[in-house]
């Protein structure tokens, strides 16, 4: 079956503009995750969400960052007057529930370059 | 604050040779951990997850193995192949409170040479 899927696989703009970043998951998967790679770095951790419930924002790194899920399935991920910082590979992961049994499955990621 | 350690940081071998690629992480109070394959501009492809109950989870030439209470894991590939050449990623998740984040380690990067 089809995988996670994450648009666009590239995105380039420039210092100060809004970015939104888009995650379709694995149908059927309640859980969404997103994550961030930077250069030189691990992957950390930046929200998730489960069902209806509240999402855990707490690696978001600044208030310039946001996420939505609508219906439960599409996700998306808003950066606000981007900073060069901001650049790298943003990645979204989904799993079934219970989440702490279950794998979360990557999708390709969106690499962000910030002129 | 769980840390990952991923060791060596970088490995090159020569096509055939078996390999070991090792994980160390700061809190042994883990769910799982899960082993990823990561290639050049692309996701996150995952390789062999264990369970904290369990010792070492086996897939093909891989085999993992987890010993939590010293806060240890290793990935062994047998008879390596050139495409086998990727980064290898662990990550753990911990157990109680945010037991849905993966902590990752900042990869390994196999270099398997024909």
């Known amino acids: 079956g089809a995988g996670v899927s994450q648009s666009p696989s590239n995105k380039v703009t420039e210092k100060g503009k809004d970015v939104e970043l888009r995650c379709d998951p694995i149908?059927?998967?309640?859980?969404l995750y997103w994550y961030r790679q930077s250069l030189g770095q691990g992957l950390e951790f930046l929200i998730y969400f489960q069902g209806n419930s509240a999402p855990d924002k707490s690696g978001l790194p600044s208030d310039r960052f946001s996420a939505e899920r609508t219906g439960g399935s599409v996700s998306t991920l808003t950066i606000q007057r981007t900073q060069q910082e901001d650049s790298a590979v943003y990645l979204c992961?989904?799993?079934?529930?219970?989440?702490?049994?279950?794998?979360?499955?990557f999708g390709p990621g969106t690499r962000l370059t910030v002129l | 604050k769980q840390e990952v350690t991923q060791i060596p940081a970088a490995l090159s071998v020569p096509e055939g040779e078996n390999l070991v690629l090792n994980c160390s992480f700061t809190?042994?109070?883990?769910?799982?951990l899960q082993w990823f394959r990561q290639d050049p501009g692309k996701g996150l492809t995952s390789l062999l997850l264990i369970q904290s109950s369990q010792r070492e989870q086996t897939s093909g030439r891989l085999n993992a193995s987890l010993d939590k209470s010293s806060g240890r894991s290793t990935l062994y590939i047998a008879a390596s192949q050139p495409g086998d050449s990727a980064t290898y990623l662990c990550a753990v998740k911990n157990s109680g409170g945010s037991n849905y984040k993966l902590t990752f380690g900042k990869g390994t990067l196999l270099t398997v040479n024909p």
């Open positions: 149908s059927g998967h309640t859980a």
């Open positions: 809190d042994s109070a883990i769910y799982n």
């Open positions: 992961a989904s799993s079934l529930a219970p989440q702490e049994n279950n794998e979360q499955f």
